[in-house]
């Protein structure tokens, strides 16, 4: 674990060496916080949870199985699958949106997963949408 810098310059000079990556993981994970909603990395297992973070991907399950979008959702700690069972798309979840979902958490395939969640797309000025 690395230490904070303790003085302004130094805070400045760490500031300046971190790659752009983590200064977006940095600032999801501070609005989750700001907000009250749960860090991914903190979800257990079988609990019902409410987390906010942005789409990084999205897959669609072959035609063979059950339709099912799943889309994976970052907040700057850890990565969420959200699954919706029986959807090939839903308006407006697409890679780079902003979201809230809400629902149980389980580990699928060893993945932390959301089945069927509820959800609210965040506009970019963080306002929910309908």
């Given at each position: 674990?690395?230490?904070?810098?303790?003085?302004?310059?130094?805070?400045?000079?760490?500031?300046?060496?971190?790659?752009?990556?983590?200064?977006?993981?940095?600032?999801?994970?501070?609005?989750?916080?700001?907000?009250?909603?749960q860090h991914i990395?903190?979800?257990?297992?079988?609990t019902v949870a409410?987390?906010?973070?942005?789409?990084?991907?999205?897959?669609?399950?072959?035609?063979?199985?059950?339709?099912?979008?799943?889309?994976?959702?970052?907040?700057?700690?850890?990565?969420?699958?959200?699954?919706?069972?029986?959807?090939?798309?839903?308006?407006?979840?697409?890679?780079?949106?902003?979201?809230?979902?809400?629902?149980?958490?389980?580990?699928?395939?060893?993945?932390?997963?959301?089945?069927?969640?509820?959800?609210?797309?965040?506009?970019?000025?963080?306002?929910?949408?309908?």
């Amino acid at each position: 674990m690395t230490r904070e810098p303790r003085s302004a310059l130094g805070r400045l000079g760490r500031r300046l060496l971190r790659s752009s990556d983590q200064i977006d993981s940095d600032a999801l994970a501070r609005e989750s916080t700001d907000l009250g909603r749960q860090h991914i990395g903190d979800l257990v297992p079988r609990t019902v949870a409410s987390v906010r973070g942005e789409i990084r991907s999205i897959t669609l399950r072959p035609s063979d199985e059950v339709a099912a979008l799943d889309a994976e959702l970052w907040d700057g700690t850890d990565v969420l699958h959200l699954v919706w069972l029986g959807r090939r798309s839903i308006v407006g979840v697409t890679p780079g949106v902003k979201l809230q979902a809400t629902g149980r958490v389980s580990r699928h395939r060893d993945v932390l997963t959301m089945f069927n969640p509820s959800y609210e797309i965040i506009g970019p000025d963080g306002s929910r949408g309908h």
